[in-house]
């Protein structure tokens, strides 16, 4: 065998090599997609559940305003049925108002609370939706780094174990459809 003929058997068995690794490299540029996609949409949700947080203490705080308008309101009506006031009229006018007063508050209240708890929830809904996000992420990371394994050890076991955590990341990710 020449020098010649020994080069081309070695170049072609190189280049055999590379093209046994092309549906590796293509997996991994699969999953590096989906990863980008899982953390973007992992990103957007925990965004979606900070702004909801927000939404909801903000409503507890107009409950709790609420609540202390209400109080206070309560107080002054208690006070002007125990004090003697000159003009009896006049402090049952005023007792009214207040009586009228606490009846429109009532309502505000149990609404203002059935806001804030309902934006809790929304709140619990879409940190749960996160969670699957970031597990499918990290599930999808480990099997890119497993797979890329594969190029330089030349062993296909590593591809076949970076294509589970990859599906198990998939499965991760599109689990939350099942949530709420």
Do not use: C
Not at 8 to 37: D, N, W, Y
Not at 65 to 73: G, L, Q
Not at 92 to 108: L, R
Not at 142 to 170: D, E, H, N, P
């Amino acid at each position: 065998m020449e020098a010649n003929e020994a080069q081309e058997l070695k170049e072609q068995q190189e280049h055999g090599g590379e093209s046994s690794l092309r549906p590796v490299a293509f997996t991994m540029s699969v999953v590096a997609v989906l990863v980008a996609i899982t953390t973007v949409l992992g990103h957007r949700t925990h965004t979606e559940a900070v702004l909801d947080q927000n939404k909801a203490t903000d409503q507890w705080n107009e409950y709790q305003a609420h609540k202390i308008r209400s109080n206070d309101t309560a107080l002054a009506y208690d006070l002007l049925s125990v004090v003697t006031v000159a003009d009896k009229e006049a402090a049952q006018k005023i007792a009214k108002a207040y009586a009228d007063h606490q009846a429109k508050w009532a309502d505000e209240l149990k609404d203002d609370k059935e806001k804030a708890e309902a934006l809790e929830t929304k709140v619990e809904e879409a940190e749960a939706r996160a969670n699957r996000f970031d597990l499918g992420e990290a599930l999808l990371e480990i099997g890119l780094v497993i797979s890329s394994v594969t190029l330089l050890t030349r062993t296909k076991m590593y591809w076949y174990f970076g294509i589970v955590f990859s599906l198990l990341g998939i499965a991760s990710a599109a689990s939350v459809l099942l949530l709420k």
